[in-house]
């Protein structure tokens, strides 16, 4: 796992219905799905865009209540020493630091406000492609990973501690405060800000399309809901909040070809 410490490398949606997940971001995202190899006892399902592993279903296991959200996993170069770290700084650990065979090892954490997370150290010796910055990222990927949290210096000091994030730049949001930007080595993976209204606590993804407009009829009609935008964003794309058809929120960065 060669990416800079802090970059996302993996994502993943825990849901009660995975033949209803993947009928939906099949169709909205353009996703194509298999299962994951080597866990006939797990429902577990992995997602491409054009070919590469971009993010994973995992349909809800009997008896272990887990959040119906998009969660991110963190890339690290130790997972032991980075999970002892976020510890230290009141972090709680829901799943210590674990193998899984030919994938890599990784651990489930909360932030001290709360925000669910993974870091993991990927067994493969290629950079994660799930995660892309920069112009004309192909659809499907992640681009973009926003914290809401109530004290936005606070949770950067967290992630800063034991992922090295750093805050560089920020847009001013008035009476919101900043939407400050988020960077894991050179490059800029996303935002956090404060609360605000009609908002969620946590780490939201977006995800990259082709076009915004196309992207939002296709949402319709599996049954998604548009909460917000399209609203234009530097660089000339568009960025929008959305909800599948189950209620879990997600966001979508495309441009405006129409």
Do not use: K
């Not at 651990?107 to 067994?123: I, K, N, Q, S, T």
């Not at 560089?168 to 050179?186: K, R």
Request: net charge negative.
């Amino acid at each position: 796992m060669p990416n800079h410490q802090g970059t996302p490398i993996w994502y993943e949606l825990i849901t009660p219905d995975a033949d209803a997940a993947q009928r939906f971001y099949g169709s909205v995202l353009g996703w194509g799905f298999e299962p994951m190899p080597g866990s006939p006892d797990m429902d577990y399902r992995v997602a491409s865009a054009n070919g590469i592993g971009v993010a994973g279903l995992m349909a809800q296991p009997q008896g272990q209540p887990m959040p119906n959200h998009w969660l991110i996993y963190f890339g690290v170069g130790d997972v032991d020493a980075s999970v002892e770290q976020a510890r230290q700084a009141d972090a709680a650990v829901h799943v210590p630091p674990t193998d899984i065979a030919e994938v890599g090892r990784f651990a489930f954490l909360a932030d001290p406000h709360g925000a669910l997370f993974y870091v993991m150290r990927g067994a493969s010796p290629e950079d994660s492609q799930a995660f892309r910055c920069g112009e004309r990222v192909p659809q499907g990927h992640a681009v973009w990973n926003e914290l809401t949290a109530p004290d936005p210096a606070a949770a950067m000091a967290f992630y800063g501690g034991f992922l090295g994030l750093r805050q560089e730049g920020a847009m001013p949001m008035g009476a919101l405060g900043d939407y400050s930007f988020i960077h894991a080595g050179p490059d800029r993976i996303g935002a956090v800000m404060g609360p605000v209204p009609g908002g969620q606590p946590g780490w939201l993804v977006y995800f990259s399309v082709d076009d915004i407009d196309q992207a939002v009829d296709r949402l319709t009609q599996a049954g998604g809901q548009l909460l917000q935008g399209p609203d234009e964003i530097p660089g000339g794309v568009f960025s929008l909040l959305a909800q599948d058809d189950r209620g879990i929120r997600f966001g979508m960065v495309g441009p405006r070809t129409r």
